[in-house]
């Protein structure tokens, strides 16, 4: 196995690369008051990566998401986007610069249409820009143009989280921080999701997935990170990553580590 096994107080840190090279977190710090949340994370996403993140409830895995989108102040690391260091910009900017986190919790403007969500993206674009970039969302989430003028209320889970993820990118994202993509979502829908991570990855854009569900992580992700109270215990590829966790508990029984593998597998 050649994965990264990490020591309680390290991470695996590389040298940040030229310009083009996509994300790079060094050894990043988050704390609420005096309690670490985050404690020296590293990881790198390049252009049509899918990087994934495990760990248990509790682990830093919101917070570091949170982190890097500039939603949570950090206390420590530095984080760069195609060699240009953007720890000190606020969210907004960072956004503006193609960073965006589709955050756990469906957030939809309820009482807007589909199409006035996805608008909202859009914010500071002309009105002929705005309308092409929904548009393609629609295209890709025929669901979504079946309802577009449906007040965002009356839609399901599993297409609020559609349109979170439409309104991100609307908004031009390359870089987007996915928390929880599976979560509370029917399984014909988190399909669907997964299709729809992978194409927007092989079009060239980074993504940081967490995600609860081993086998949609394995099966998606390049690499995983799995995280261990505020720091990355343990990163590789996705097939030695499936080893890993199945050596450490991770996977319930034999048969789920078969399937696990087999998904990771499937990505080499």
Known sequence: MTGTLVNAGTSPVAPVEAAGSGLAVRDLKVFYGPVPAVRGVSLDCRPGEIVGVIGANGAGKTSLLSGIAGLVKTTGGSISLDG???????????????????????????????????????????????????????????RLRERERVPSFRLSGGEQRMVSIGRALVTGAQCILFDELSLGLAPRIVAELTGVLRALADEGRMIVLVEQYIGVLLRLADSVHVLERGRIRFAGPAQE?????EHHGYLA????????????????
């Open 253 to 268: 029984h034999a048969g789920t580590a078969a399937a696990a593998q087999e998904a990771a597998e499937a990505r080499t």
């Open 84 to 142: 240009r260091d953007i720890t000190r910009w606020p969210a907004h900017r960072r956004g503006q610069a193609g960073v965006v986190m589709v955050a756990e919790r469906r957030r939809v403007f309820p009482s807007l249409s589909v199409r006035e969500n996805l608008a909202v993206g859009g914010f500071g674009l002309d009105r002929g820009e705005v309308d092409r970039r929904v548009q393609s969302m629609l295209e890709l989430f025929p």
């Open 241 to 245: 990553s499936a080893q890993w966790l």
